[in-house]
């Protein structure tokens, strides 16, 4: 019912600004929620932002006040725009979608910070 494909990842001094964004296919976009996870080397994988149906978000105490997370219905995406970026947010970020208890995932794209 939904596939997702991540894209804007890449290489970024530490300091500087990303924005990924996640291209949804499915008829039902608009009434999922939406969120972004990242997975670093031998770690698991977690949560950054989510945004519901109705436009609410939700940030890991890690990415508030860097990160925003959100959402386009009509043309069916969901951007991460990251500001202030750290090595440690080097990992693979991965487009999540939830709905009727059912998760969805993009392939992932890779953002790493040099320091």
């Known amino acids: 019912q939904l596939q997702l494909v991540e894209s804007g990842g890449g290489l970024v001094q530490a300091g500087g600004s990303l924005r990924l964004s996640c291209a949804a296919s499915?008829?039902?976009?608009?009434?999922?929620?939406m969120g972004w996870y990242r997975q670093a080397p031998g770690k698991q994988r977690e949560l950054v932002a989510t945004?519901?149906?109705?436009?609410?978000?939700n940030y890991a105490d890690s990415v508030k006040g860097r990160f925003t997370i959100s959402r386009d219905n009509a043309k069916k995406i969901v951007p991460l725009q990251m500001n202030s970026l750290k090595p440690e947010d080097t990992a693979v970020y991965y487009c999540?979608?939830?709905?009727?208890?059912?998760?969805?995932w993009g392939q992932g794209t890779q953002v790493t910070v040099s320091s």
């Open positions: 499915g008829t039902v976009f608009s009434i999922s929620a």
């Open positions: 999540n979608a939830f709905f009727r208890s059912q998760n969805y």
């Open positions: 945004i519901t149906a109705g436009g609410r978000t």
